[in-house]
């Protein structure tokens, strides 16, 4: 009898024990791993994709972003591009488990954050803890443009890009900075000579080839692949923005020399103008913005930028460029419901428009428009007295950001052809006098408007 007690007593405790196991089981699978992680909730073997390299080093890189509070986001135009086209979808599994990976493991040899550098309060000890996770880093650093109009402190090193490496893939953490412009601002990624140029494919880079500015974009959380990431809240507008992001500096080491050899004028006079400019530039920016209207910095105001850093007092006008094709009807009126009346109206959207409206204190501002012809650009002038037509031919040219009194605003890329143009191989001796119709080393006559159009294209106010 103690005998066949002892045996059911085992067979009980077998049983027992048994069901205790598969009880751990169930929970682990249905309570456990679901707590423990959005994208994190099944077995490796059920998720497609999981054990990519790309997957697992973004997975890295985000935890330790998180665990040390380092604001980033995800600019990565192929990934973006990816969950735009699924947005949908990603907002539709964000919180629940993913089977498979769809984004991240994706065969690419980087994939490019953003850190808003204003934000970040616990740099120290980020590269050991990186490289205790597994990552090889390199920090690439320069000196900071925003202190070259200041002597004392030109020359301070800011860092402009990490790349961190896990196995074969790489982790692009481009430092964004503040600039007064109220925009964000990267650096270009040059290698110095101790650096090693094998570390990563640079060439394959998307960001770093130039420097470059973007609109602070507004940013909103979402899981990719069961990973919690931070994105542009409008990632169409993001994307437009990056083969258009190329920025260039003012010259502050040229414009100091030029001032050493010109004297600045520093009069109550030329003071009232500067400031008068600035305002009527930053409401005229704001106007076209607003319309949607791309321009840029022309003639006089854009040569005032590249050769001193600053508004020509002498000028007594502010200048600006717009192509032909973005010509919008209702520009006259917008400037005008924001006090700007129209001074006077020359040409035709289809041949030599310019506009001109009256600021305050008899500052005018000027909008050239620009035509587009196989090898070359043109604006056009129109003499009033007479219907006479001018034609101001450039070369062709690009639009690059710079920053320009506080505002983030476009000029051409090809600066330098384009002021040369204008105004010659002189360009950089100050001119106080000057003549629209002879002046310019690039106008030519384009004939006159027939006296019947006067009236069209010829309209003063």
Same mark, same amino acid.
């Given at each position: 009898?103690? !005998?066949?007690?002892?045996?059911? #007593?085992?067979?009980?405790?077998? &049983?027992?024990?048994?069901?205790? &196991?598969?009880?751990?089981?169930?929970?682990?699978?249905?309570?456990?791993?679901?707590?423990?992680?959005?994208?994190?909730?099944?077995?490796?073997?059920? !998720?497609?994709?999981?054990?990519? =390299?790309?997957? %697992?080093?973004?997975?890295?890189?985000?935890?330790?972003?998180?665990?040390?509070?380092?604001?980033?986001?995800?600019?990565?135009?192929?990934?973006?591009?990816?969950?735009?086209?699924?947005?949908?979808?990603?907002?539709?599994?964000?919180?629940?488990? +993913?089977?498979?990976?769809?984004?991240?493991?994706?065969?690419?040899?980087? =994939?490019?954050?953003?850190?808003?550098?204003?934000?970040?309060? *616990?740099?120290?000890?980020?590269?050991?803890?990186?490289?205790?996770?597994?990552?090889?880093? &390199?920090?690439? $650093?320069?000196?900071?443009? %925003?202190?070259?109009?200041?002597?004392?402190?030109?020359?301070?090193?800011?860092?402009?890009?990490?790349?961190?490496?896990?196995?074969?893939?790489?982790?692009?953490?481009?430092?964004?900075?503040? %600039?007064?412009?109220?925009?964000?601002?990267?650096?270009?990624?040059?290698?110095?000579?101790?650096?090693? !140029?094998?570390?990563?494919?640079? !060439?394959? &880079?998307?960001?770093?080839?130039?420097?470059?500015?973007?609109?602070?974009?507004?940013?909103?959380?979402?899981?990719?692949?069961?990973?919690?990431?931070?994105?542009?809240?409008?990632?169409?507008?993001?994307?437009?923005? #990056?083969?258009?992001?190329?920025?260039?500096?003012?010259?502050?080491?040229?414009?100091?020399?030029?001032?050493?050899?010109?004297?600045?004028? *520093?009069?109550?006079?030329?003071?009232?103008?500067?400031?008068?400019?600035? $305002?009527?530039?930053?409401?005229?920016?704001?106007?076209?913005?607003?319309?949607?209207?791309?321009?840029?910095?022309?003639?006089?105001?854009?040569?005032?930028?590249?050769?001193?850093?600053?508004?020509?007092?002498?000028?007594?006008?502010?200048?600006?460029?717009?192509?032909?094709?973005?010509?919008?009807?209702?520009?006259?009126?917008?400037?005008?419901?924001?006090?700007?009346?129209?001074?006077?109206?020359?040409?035709?959207?289809?041949?030599?428009?310019?506009?001109?409206?009256?600021?305050?204190?008899?500052?005018?501002?000027?909008?050239?428009?620009?035509?587009?012809? =196989?090898?070359?650009?043109?604006?056009?002038?129109?003499?009033?007295?007479?219907?006479?037509?001018?034609?101001?031919?450039?070369?062709?040219?690009?639009?690059?950001?710079? $920053?320009?009194?506080?505002?983030?605003?476009?000029?051409?890329? @090809?600066?330098?052809?384009?002021? @040369?143009?204008?105004?010659?191989?002189?360009?950089?001796?100050?001119?106080? +006098?000057?003549?629209?119709?002879?002046?310019?080393?690039?106008?030519?006559?384009?004939?006159?408007?027939?006296?019947?159009?006067?009236?069209?294209?010829?309209?003063?106010?």
């Amino acid at each position: 009898m103690s !005998r066949i007690n002892k045996n059911v #007593i085992l067979a009980l405790l077998t &049983l027992a024990s048994s069901a205790f &196991l598969l009880f751990q089981l169930y929970y682990y699978k249905h309570y456990l791993s679901a707590k423990n992680g959005a994208g994190l909730s099944k077995s490796k073997g059920s !998720r497609l994709g999981f054990d990519s =390299t790309q997957w %697992r080093a973004v997975k890295k890189f985000i935890m330790l972003t998180s665990s040390q509070n380092v604001p980033v986001f995800l600019i990565d135009p192929l990934i973006l591009e990816l969950i735009n086209k699924d947005f949908e979808q990603v907002k539709n599994t964000s919180h629940g488990p +993913t089977s498979e990976c769809k984004f991240f493991c994706v065969p690419r040899d980087f =994939t490019a954050f953003a850190l808003r550098y204003h934000l970040w309060k *616990n740099e120290e000890g980020w590269f050991r803890i990186a490289e205790n996770m597994g990552f090889q880093c &390199l920090k690439i $650093e320069s000196k900071d443009p %925003r202190l070259d109009g200041i002597d004392s402190l030109s020359g301070t090193e800011i860092p402009l890009h990490y790349i961190c490496r896990l196995a074969s893939h790489a982790i692009h953490l481009v430092v964004f900075h503040e %600039r007064s412009g109220n925009y964000l601002w990267h650096g270009h990624l040059r290698l110095k000579g101790h650096m090693d !140029r094998k570390f990563v494919p640079f !060439r394959k &880079l998307q960001f770093g080839r130039y420097p470059g500015a973007f609109d602070r974009p507004e940013l909103q959380q979402i899981t990719v692949d069961g990973l919690e990431v931070f994105i542009p809240k409008d990632p169409v507008r993001f994307l437009e923005e #990056i083969p258009h992001s190329r920025f260039i500096e003012c010259r502050y080491k040229e414009a100091r020399a030029f001032f050493q050899q010109y004297l600045d004028d *520093n009069t109550v006079e030329a003071m009232a103008f500067r400031k008068n400019a600035k $305002e009527l530039l930053q409401l005229a920016a704001k106007t076209l913005k607003k319309l949607g209207v791309r321009f840029w910095l022309s003639s006089g105001t854009c040569l005032g930028w590249y050769r001193q850093c600053n508004i020509i007092p002498y000028s007594k006008d502010v200048d600006l460029g717009i192509f032909i094709q973005d010509y919008k009807s209702d520009i006259i009126s917008a400037f005008q419901d924001v006090g700007l009346p129209l001074k006077h109206k020359f040409g035709k959207v289809e041949d030599s428009l310019e506009l001109s409206f009256q600021g305050k204190d008899d500052i005018k501002l000027d909008i050239f428009f620009f035509y587009e012809e =196989t090898d070359h650009m043109w604006n056009g002038g129109t003499q009033a007295k007479t219907g006479k037509k001018f034609k101001y031919l450039f070369p062709k040219f690009t639009l690059c950001w710079t $920053e320009f009194v506080d505002m983030k605003i476009h000029v051409p890329c @090809e600066t330098i052809e384009y002021i @040369e143009a204008n105004y010659g191989k002189t360009w950089k001796i100050p001119v106080k +006098t000057w003549d629209w119709k002879r002046s310019p080393p690039n106008v030519q006559p384009n004939g006159i408007w027939p006296v019947s159009e006067w009236d069209e294209v010829i309209q003063l106010y």
